[in-house]
Each structure stands twice: as structure tokens, then as C-alpha cells.
């Protein structure tokens, strides 16, 4: 509470680049939004003056470990060394874009990646897993592609554990009822019970799109005079919790009464699955008019990411005004509507002359869509609010070039004991009774249970090219009705075995999922992965974390299958426990004819069972 | 040929599944826009399965009330035929075209499998079938329980008007496993499961629920 | 501007299997003297001082609440 | 034995798609003068005169709403 009763409400002063310039020894939260001192240095190195607040709130979340991978930089690196020109052949956009994409023949290209939405599902599961499948589908549509199916790998604790019974349901839930709503058919996935999940469960989320060659569409602004335009919902104060503290600081003083809701905003954002539906039926429409030039999906970080994305893929400068942005909360600071990360919002460049079917193809679909700048000459990213510049910045500083380190890494003590902790002291069976009561408890275990609890949720037949999921060892999606031609993913991880041994479990990891496409008939082409792991700052975990890296690399190596892309999630870990190192692999195989692929399960009698390999 | 239309609103989903099956019927099938009051001259409709507005309010509520469905409530009380496939079902039902509602399963879940169901009614939409005859299509719905006053129900079942019924207790709840009922002349049909991913062996459990579309058109062609 | 309230129930003949969950998970929480729960919908609306109480009817009844299986409160808010 | 109900609505920074939708909805259908719609949920509760007003905030917090997205208010009627 206040003394004394402020001054009449006067607007704080916004924050102008002028100002900044003007006032460089004004304190600003930088610890609080995660930067450190050295980071904070950098970027007033950078502008030769203090950043502003609205500059402070894109350098600090663009700079973040999410958005930057400044602690797996070093070790990703080795997935562009490892592969060679002939991995690349198959690949129309590699790493670096918003997903890899895959010529699968005919003229047809695939487009697939995995991502994670971990912690906020363990803040509210059904909505934190609802907008984990959003924002991937988003970043699938980024690229041209009609998305067509999705899968999720979950992981949490054990069954009986109190969290599990609120986790376990809200997550399904979440998946189901976004992925249902878009109507994206959900051909598979895994759910792995285990005590280091129970306090930070995994949800990874994989969408698979499918585009013509000549559809793909590249994130970057090009084109002095191009309009930038924002389209789908509008911007609120979702997932802005970081830079409140910024709110917290000017509000606080000027309007006391309005600190304490703008202090507690929840960093959750609500999914809208029919707006994104609406959305990518728009979209599609879009591309197929011919009416955009460069896309970007909004996710993490919000305007920050895209204008910045988009300014430093082009080649020119950008003009964005924070004015024209709809918004959907009253007097948002502009540090709050870059940071916001209000679902189901798209931003697209277009030229002048497009600009009007644009709109018409948005009104057709009731999208709400704003040209909110510019692509200028020069090469700053300038954004202005209330008439005022608050942004001035040279945007690859922003979207590429934060910092990258160089964690110390260690094999931890306890390795060896661990590994040399085998079952070959350990009592087995014998006795017919013994192995009775043994596979009883196997088949009982929430480990191999049936997973229809959770596949009952989900729509698979929905499109009507789903000629594979549950159960199956890979999902099958035809992507020509003509011709029969398919593909088939799969996604697995053991996070035992990587806790065994990082290096070999992300190779059984691939493995397996390449053995999963491989059996459902199809030719295994590309990879994906979600490298979930605890806190970077701990050596033993960037040393599985480097492990693993490097052992995925040199599998894919070995199979000749080039990563196409993924994502990276730290800080999993519930105090100072770290879940399990947990890999995800995605695989994708492509058939020439999905009618040719090959069943689960057991064929007619009379067939013979084979066992291939040792 | 005979022109069937298929609706799109916002959020429907299965409107390419629709148009398939009509395809692979022998029909053309025509596109209907949500917001367009023009039915183009077809000679039936199709309501097809989705989450039409999000399934905001009620499931079926909003979209019943869009330009389209002024003249499909006309044409299906002059004798059109018209399908409804679960979101479809709800939408005529909000629109009045069939009594009764759709609501919440009584699990809460949405319930995604196959189901068999038995036709129990020659009508536009089943007379490929016999009556009697149990046919496997898949289920994939959250507010699939059929309900509607006990007087209701007695008449339905009296005027030969519950077209389908679950063949094992409904996984939604539905009263007296009902999945699928028509109007009093047969012709305005609306059922939760979905025929048209029933079409072909490749992507869904068989053939059965092509003969919805095969029945309509015998229909079309003989009354032509 | 009036603000307007409406709560639309499912009637009490229907089934309320949303109503019943939340009742047995009182159980389980140990919750005891809750004897019923039923649960429906609340809107809240911002209206114009022009629509009078008959349209304030017409919307509940035939966009708000489905006459079929649900019953309806319109009440006008300070 | 005492009647309680509960409102629940979305917070009011978090997004409220259904009610967004109603109101979009009810423009299309030429319902005018509706400014805004909130859709949240409404529950009826019956209650043994023991359950005091702390236990049924706490029943409301924990069962009918999620503080993380929702508020809510309780209120007793005769
Ligand atoms: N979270 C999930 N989402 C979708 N499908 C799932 C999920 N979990 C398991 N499945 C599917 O259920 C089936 C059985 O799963 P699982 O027991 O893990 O089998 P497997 O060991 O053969 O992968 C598989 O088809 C798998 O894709």
C-alpha cells in the first residue's frame, strides 16, 4: 500500500528511443527478465546508449534460452557438420526455418517438426497442451503447408502419483480438444510413466504438413514498400508474466489501483483451436492466391520474434506501428504488446497492390488482419507507439546474434555406478509360477497398458487419408489421393537408457523410431527432435545433453537421415532434480503407395512368423 | 448426375470427407458456403461433421442460425433430402429441422471409435441397407448423447423414426441408444457417427457407410 | 449501457452429468454436506439501454438457451 | 439445507473465445445493441446449513473454477 495518494493519474512517460538516449543512467530490471550483467552490457554496447523499455523486453526474451539456444548452440553445430551434401539432397528448407521440409516425389514436399510446451502444461495441462499443438500447427502453416496430422509424445509421473491424476487428464484433454477442433487426424504418440516427470512432465507436440513444391513459403521481408500485415486474434496480455516487471515499475507509481492485476498476470495463454482453424483456411487460401510474400507464425516472444525474424531475413529495414495493432486489453504498454503471446495470430508481407484481396480473403474468413508496417530501405527494425520511436535496432542483434556459451560440462560421478549397477546379480524367475507372475505384472504395468484411454480421445479418421495410427508402430498419412503416396511417422525416446548411457540412448532412440517406419513399409527420410533435458547450468546435465547431441548426429550420420529441425527445452527439473535426459526422435518414411504399406500385427493364419536380426 | 451439396461453415472439419463419399457414390458434389443463402440448385444436402464456431454456446447452435440454413430448413420441409452427420445432426436439431438435442457425453470425454450400429429404418438416406441390418462406421464426437422429452422418444419409436441405433450400450449415454433419427417422411436424416470415414478399407473400418450416399442417390435417380 | 445476466440450467429432467462429477469429486475430496450440484452456463451481457426486456427474452430463449433441454434466468445488474 | 450458487467466468485478461464468438454471432444474427458477451459457468449447489462460507470458497476454488484462469463468485440464496 501507498502513503500517500498519487499525483492524479498521469500517464507514465513512454519510454522513447530519445529518452533512453537522454537519460542513460536510469535503472532498468534487467536481472529481472533474466539478463545478465554482461548480456545487459552487450546490448547497450549494441546502441551505443541504454536500451528502452520496450527494447529491453525484446533483447531479454529474443535472448532467452528458448528463443536464442544460447547453451545448445555450440552443441547443435554438430548436426550441420555431420551432414553431408547427399543427406541434404531430399531437403527443400533445413534447419534454421520454421520446420524442415522434404521432397517426397511427384512434385509434393512434407513438412514436420516436434516442440515442446513443458511447463506450461504442468501450470494448467489442458490449456498449456492445447496451445503446445497451436503453436506447432502454426509454425507448420509458416512454411506453406496444409497440416494434416499431429502427434504428441507425453510424459509424467507415475500413475499414482497426486499430480499425475491432474496432469495426466488436462494434457489429453488439451491435445485432443485442439487437435480435434482443427480437425488434424492424430496418428500417434507415446505417454511414459516415470518419478522425474512428476513435477515437470514433457509434453511434445508434432505436426506434419503437406505442400506443393512450388507453395513453400520462407519467413523473410523483402521489398522496400512491402506491408506487414498481422492477422488472426487480437493481441492481449497473455504469457507477458517476464515483462510485467517492467509494467510493475512505471504502473505502480502512476496508477497504484492498476499494479497489482498487470503484477499477477499469468504467464497461461487460452488456446482458440476454431480461430486457428479459420486461420489456416485462410492462410491456405492466401498462398494459394498468390498473395504473400513472407510469413512468420507467432509464437514465444510474440511481435518481438516475428518483426525481428522477419527484418533480419529480408533485406531492408522495418517500420511496425504499435498503434494499429487490435488489441484486446485497454492502454498496453509497447513493452507488453511485443511481448505478448497471444495464441492464434499470424504476420505476413505483402505487396501494396496484394494488399486488398489480402483483406478480402481475412473478411471471407472473418480473420481480423491489420497492416501494421512496413519493409523500409536501410537495415534498422524501427517501432513506434503513440507517435513516438521506442524501438531502434539492427534486427539481426536481436533474432541471431545473442550470446552463445560455452557451458562446462562433466561426466557426472554417479555414472559409473550406475552402469555398473546390471541385473546380472539380480534373482530371475524360474519357476513356471515365478514367470507367470512376472508377465501378470508386466501386463499390469501403466508401462504397457493399453493407451486407448488416451487414443479414445483423439479423432484419427478426421481428412479421411489416416490409413495408419492406433495401434501401429508408425503413423501413415496419404498425401496424394491419385497416386497413393504417403508418409509414415514415428516418434520415440527412452529416457532409461539415456540416463544409462546419453550418447547410446539417443542412438536406440533413432533407432527405434527409424525401426518403426522402416516396419510400417516405408523409407525413412528425415528426423526431427525434442531434446528434453534439466537445467544447462548443470554440468552433468550439459554433459548428457552433448552426449546425446552428438550420439543422435552420428546415428543420423551412419543412416544417411539429415535433422531437419526441432527444439531444444532446459530447465526441467522439479528443485534441483532433472528428469530423466529424454531425446524425442521423429522419424519420417516415405511410401510410393500408402495401399501397399505393411499392417500391424499378425496376418492371416497360416503365415509364418519371422524373426529378423540376432 | 445428381448434385449433392456439402456445407462449410467455420469449423467444419469433414466437409472433404463428405464430398468424397458423395464422389464415390456416383454423385457430384457441390460446395455449399455457410454464409451464402443459395443452395445452387442441388438436388440433396449434406450437413457435414466439424466443430462449426468452435462449438462455442452450444455444439450446432451458431451455425444453425447462418444465411444457408434458411433455405436447407425449407427445402427439407418440402421433401429434400438432407444428411446430417454429427456436428451436421446437431446443426438440424438446433435448426429445428429434428427434435430433440445433443449434448454432453455422459463420460465428459470426447469418445473417438468404431461403433456398429443396426438400421432400423427405410428412409432416403438407408434404403441400400435392410432394416435390421448392422453396419460398422466410426464414432468421434464430445456431445453425442441424444436426448430429448420421453413423449419424444415414444413417437420417434412409434412413427418408425429412429433411423440408427448403437448396437451396444451408446458410448455416449444416448437415450435408448439412439444414433441417428429422421424426419416424419424420411427424408431429413441426422445421426452422430460418421459414414463418410467408412468409405473404404484403406482409411477407416470398411465400406458400410458408403451405402448412406449409394441409398440417397437410388433415391435421386428414381424420383428423376 | 445496462449490464444483463442470464444463467441457463439444463432442466431438471435431463441428465446433468457435469453437475454429478463435480458432486462425486466432492466425495473424494473429502468434502462432505454438499447434497446436489447442478451446472450450466453464465452470460454475462453489456447492452444497450434500447433493447427492452422483451428482446432481453428473445435472445435467452432462442440463441442463449436451447428451449429443448435448458431453462433460463434473464435478471438486469446494477 | 441452503442454496448456493456459484459464477465462474474467465479472468478478465484471459482470452474468452466462447464469448467472443456469442457476441460475433449475435451481430450476424441482427441481434443489436449487444456490446459484449462472457460466457462462464453456473453452478447450484444444495447444501447442508454446516458448510460454512470459508468451506465453500474453498470448494469453489478448488473444484467449480481454476484460479489459474477463472474467477469466481459465491453467493447464498434463500
Ligand atoms: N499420447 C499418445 N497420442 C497418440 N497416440 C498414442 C499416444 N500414446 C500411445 N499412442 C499410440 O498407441 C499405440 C500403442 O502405444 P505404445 O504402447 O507406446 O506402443 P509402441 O510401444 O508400439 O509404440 C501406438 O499406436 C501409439 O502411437
Excluded at chain 1, 421 to 443: C, H, K, M, N, Y
Excluded at chain 2, 160 to 187: C, H, K, M, Q, W
Excluded at chain 3, 56 to 62: D, K, M
Aim: overall charge negative.
Amino acid at each position: 500500500m501507498q502513503a500517500s495518494p498519487p499525483a492524479p493519474s498521469s500517464a507514465p512517460p513512454v519510454d522513447t528511443v530519445e529518452r533512453a538516449a537522454s537519460t542513460p543512467d536510469e535503472a532498468q530490471p534487467h536481472a529481472a527478465l533474466g539478463l545478465r550483467d554482461e548480456e545487459y552490457a552487450r546490448i547497450r554496447d549494441i546502441l551505443g546508449r541504454r536500451p528502452t523499455e520496450a527494447e529491453l523486453a525484446m533483447y531479454s526474451v529474443m535472448w532467452s534460452e528458448h528463443c536464442s539456444y544460447k547453451s545448445s548452440k555450440v552443441h547443435l553445430r554438430r548436426f550441420g557438420e555431420t551432414t553431408t551434401e547427399a543427406m541434404r539432397a531430399r531437403l527443400l528448407a533445413g534447419i534454421g526455418e520454421n520446420a524442415g521440409v522434404v521432397d517426397v516425389g511427384d512434385g509434393w514436399a512434407v513438412t514436420f517438426k516436434i516442440e515442446s510446451h513443458n511447463h506450461p502444461s504442468y501450470v494448467e495441462p489442458h490449456q498449456g497442451a492445447a496451445t503446445g499443438v497451436g503453436g506447432i500447427v502454426r509454425d507448420i502453416m509458416a512454411m506453406g503447408a496444409r497440416p494434416v496430422a499431429v502427434m504428441d509424445g507425453l510424459r509424467v509421473g507415475p500413475l499414482d502419483a497426486p499430480d499425475t491424476a491432474r496432469v495426466l487428464p488436462g494434457v489429453v484433454s488439451g491435445v485432443g480438444f485442439y487437435g480435434n477442433c482443427l480437425g488434424l487426424p492424430n496418428i500417434g504418440g507415446e505417454v511414459v510413466f516415470d518419478p522425474t516427470y512428476a513435477g515437470n512432465p514433457l509434453v511434445n507436440a508434432l505436426c506434419v504438413g503437406v505442400l506443393r513444391h512450388e507453395d513453400l513459403h520462407l519467413a523473410f521481408a523483402s521489398g522496400t514498400g512491402n506491408k506487414i500485415v498481422l492477422f488472426g486474434a487480437r493481441t492481449g496480455l497473455d504469457g507477458i508474466g517476464g515483462v510485467s516487471v517492467l509494467a510493475s515499475e512505471t504502473f505502480d507509481a502512476a496508477d497504484p489501483t492498476q499494479a497489482p492485476s498487470r503484477k499477477k498476470l499469468p504467464s497461461v495463454q487460452v488456446g482458440d483451436p476454431f480461430a486457428e482453424k479459420v486461420l489456416i483456411e485462410c492462410c491456405l487460401e492466401l498462398f494459394g492466391g498468390g498473395l504473400v510474400v513472407g510469413i512468420q507464425d507467432l509464437g514465444g516472444a510474440g511481435l518481438s520474434c516475428a518483426t525481428s525474424e522477419l527484418a533480419s531475413a529480408g533485406d531492408g529495414g522495418m517500420h511496425i506501428d504499435l498503434d494499429a495493432v487490435p488489441l484486446r486489453a485497454a492502454d498496453m504498454t509497447a513493452a507488453e504488446i511485443l511481448s505478448s503471446e497471444s495464441q492464434e495470430r499470424m504476420c505476413a508481407v505483402v505487396t501494396p497492390e496484394n494488399v486488398d484481396a489480402f483483406m478480402a480473403v481475412c473478411r471471407r474468413w472473418d480473420v481480423t488482419a491489420t497492416v501494421i508496417g512496413e519493409v523500409t530501405d536501410g537495415d534498422r527494425l524501427r517501432i513506434t507507439h503513440q507517435g513516438a520511436t521506442v524501438v531502434d535496432v539492427p534486427p539481426r542483434t536481436v533474432a541471431h546474434d545473442g550470446p552463445v556459451y560455452e557451458r562446462p560440462y562433466a561426466r557426472p560421478a554417479w555414472q559409473d555406478t550406475l552402469q555398473a549397477d546390471s541385473v546380472a546379480g539380480r534373482p530371475r524367475p524360474s519357476t513356471p509360477g515365478e514367470i507367470a507372475e512376472q508377465v501378470r505384472a508386466l501386463v499390469a504395468s501403466p508401462a504397457l497398458a493399453s493407451r486407448a484411454w488416451v487414443t479414445e480421445q483423439y479423432d484419427r479418421y478426421v481428412r479421411g487419408n489416416t490409413t495408419s495410427a492406433t495401434p501401429a508402430d508408425a503413423g501413415v498419412v496419404r498425401v496424394d489421393e491419385e497416386s497413393g503416396r504417403g508418409v509414415a511417422v514415428a516418434i520415440d525416446a527412452n529416457g532409461r537408457f539415456c540416463q544409462l548411457d546419453p550418447r547410446a540412448g539417443a542412438q536406440l532412440a533413432l533407432a527405434e523410431s527409424v525401426r518403426n517406419v522402416a516396419s510400417s513399409g516405408a523409407v525413412p527420410v528425415a528426423v526431427t527432435d525434442c531434446l528434453n533435458f534439466g537445467s544447462p547450468e548443470d554440468p552433468a546435465v550439459m554433459w548428457q545433453f552433448a552426449e546425446a547431441v552428438a550420439g543422435l548426429a552420428d546415428g543420423c550420420a551412419a543412416l544417411g537421415l539429415p535433422v531437419t529441425g526441432g527444439n531444444v527445452s532446459f530447465y526441467n527439473q522439479t528443485g534441483s532434480t532433472a528428469i530423466l535426459p529424454t531425446p524425442v526422435v521423429g522419424v519420417l518414411g516415405i511410401l510410393d503407395d500408402v495401399t501397399r504399406a505393411v499392417p500391424h500385427g499378425l496376418g492371416p493364419e497360416g503365415h509364418a512368423v519371422w524373426l529378423l536380426g540376432e | 448426375m445428381s448434385r449433392i451439396g456439402v456445407i462449410t461453415f467455420p469449423g467444419t472439419l469433414d466437409d472433404v470427407d463428405a464430398a468424397r463419399a458423395v464422389r464415390y457414390a456416383g454423385a457430384e458434389p457441390v460446395a455449399l458456403w455457410h454464409d451464402d443463402a443459395d443452395l445452387q440448385g442441388v438436388d440433396a444436402v449434406v450437413v457435414p461433421g466439424g466443430f462449426s464456431y468452435g462449438d462455442y454456446l452450444r455444439a450446432g447452435a451458431i451455425a444453425a442460425r447462418s444465411p444457408v440454413m434458411g433455405p436447407v430448413v425449407e427445402a427439407g420441409r418440402a421433401g429434400m433430402p438432407v444428411l446430417g452427420i454429427c456436428n451436421g445432426f446437431q446443426i438440424l436439431c438446433e435448426a429445428g429441422l429434428l427434435p430433440g438435442a445433443l449434448v454432453r457425453n455422459h463420460g465428459l470425454r470426447f469418445v473417438c471409435r468404431e461403433v456398429g450400429l443396426r438400421v432400423e429404418a427405410d428412409t432416403a438416406w438407408t434404403s441400400s441397407f435392410t432394416v435390421g441390418q448392422e453396419i460398422r462406421v466410426p464414432l468421434k464426437s464430445g456431445e453425442g448423447r441424444y436426448v430429448a422429452d420421453a413423449a419424444t422418444l415414444d413417437a420417434l419409436e412409434a412413427e418408425g423414426r429412429v433411423v440408427f441405433r448403437y448396437t451396444e450400450p451408446a458410448p455416449n449415454g444416448a437415450l435408448r441408444d439412439i444414433a441417428g433419427i429422421s424426419s416424419a417422411d424420411g427424408r431429413v436424416v441426422g445421426l452422430m457417427p460418421h459414414p463418410e470415414h467408412a468409405i473404404d478399407a484403406l482409411t477407416g473400418p470398411g465400406t458400410d457407410g458408403l451405402g448412406l450416399f449409394t441409398s440417397v442417390l437410388r433415391r435421386l435417380t428414381a424420383a428423376a | 449501457m445496462a449490464r444483463v445476466i442470464v444463467d441457463v440450467l439444463p432442466k431438471a429432467e435431463i441428465l446433468d452429468p457435469q453437475g454429478q462429477a463435480v458432486a462425486r469429486a466432492m466425495g473424494r475430496l473429502g468434502v462432505s454436506g454438499v447434497a446436489d450440484v447442478r451446472q450450466g452456463k453464465h452470460f454475462e451481457l453489456e447492452v444497450d439501454d434500447s433493447v427492452d426486456d422483451a428482446e432481453l427474452e428473445r435472445i435467452a430463449g432462442s440463441l442463449l438457451a436451447n428451449p429443448v433441454i435448458e431453462e433460463w434466468v434473464v435478471r438486469r445488474v446494477p
